[in-house]
Antibody
Framework: EVQLVESGGGLVQPGGSLRLSCAAS????????MHWVRQAPGKGLVWVSR????????SYADSVKGRFTISRDNAKNTLYLQMNSLRAEDTAVYYC?????WGQGTLVTVSS | NFMLTQPHSVSESPGKTVTISCTGS????????VQWYQQRPGSAPTTVIY?????PSGVPDRFSGSIDSSSNSASLTISGLKTEDEADYYC?????????FGGGTKLTVL
């Protein structure tokens, strides 16, 4: 069974940093492109970033470009999202996802 | 940039059939696969349709997906509506190597 389990969310002050992790199991992690998607409270799904299977190619939404960094450790079956210079508008539930499968999400709240 | 447009909300009675549309802003929606996700309140999204019209195991055949090239749109049809189908539904496709989501449609089963 495919499982994606996010962790690392929490409350952070504006301008602060946070690193999210997504532990993958039940499939060959190193074969799949992976994505981060976020959902602000009461709003829709918004794509944030993606990384290819070996980590050599990444892409970001304009709203996070230059502040967020996606990475992966295929030996540890783990996806990461390093978030710097956080803003109030980054407050959301962050989901890691691959084609057809989603994690349960982790809440990031940016507030003073 | 490629965008997907969905109706904000739809409603229908139990036992009836409802169709949710997802219209592409440019190009051909048939050029890339479309996925549909169901999200119940307080829960993560789950896939109900992938690759335009494929159902993951465990998704009932009351759910079906289709593409209409003439209107540049995808559709999710749910037949025999049940109260448990009440949820938000999102379509998703691609723009280059990124994911693009529709704004979501709230389905009310009343």
């Amino acid at each position: 069974e495919v499982q994606l389990v996010e962790s690392g969310g929490g409350l952070v002050q504006p301008g602060g940093s946070l690193r999210l992790s997504c532990a993958a199991s039940g499939f060959t992690f190193s074969s799949y492109w992976m994505h981060w998607v976020r959902q602000a409270p009461g709003k829709g799904l918004v794509w944030v970033s993606r990384i290819n299977s070996d980590g050599s190619s990444t892409s970001y939404a304009d709203s996070v470009k230059g502040r967020f960094t996606i990475s992966r450790d295929n030996a540890k079956n783990t996806l990461y999202l390093q978030m710097n210079s956080l803003r109030a508008e980054d407050t959301a539930v962050y989901y890691c996802a691959r084609e057809r499968n989603w994690g349960q999400g982790t809440l990031v709240t940016v507030s003073s | 940039n490629f965008m997907l447009t969905q109706p904000h909300s739809v409603s229908e009675s139990p036992g009836k059939t409802v169709t949710i549309s997802c219209t592409g802003s440019s190009g051909s929606i048939a050029s890339n696969y479309v996925q549909w996700y169901q999200q119940r309140p307080g829960s993560a999204p789950t896939t109900v349709i992938y690759e335009d019209n494929q159902r993951p195991s465990g998704v009932p055949d009351r759910f079906s997906g289709s593409i209409d090239s003439s209107s540049n749109s995808a559709s999710l049809t749910i037949s025999g509506l049940k109260t448990e189908d009440e949820a938000d539904y999102y379509c998703q496709s691609y723009d280059s190597s990124t994911w693009v989501f529709g704004g979501g449609t709230k389905l009310t089963v009343l």
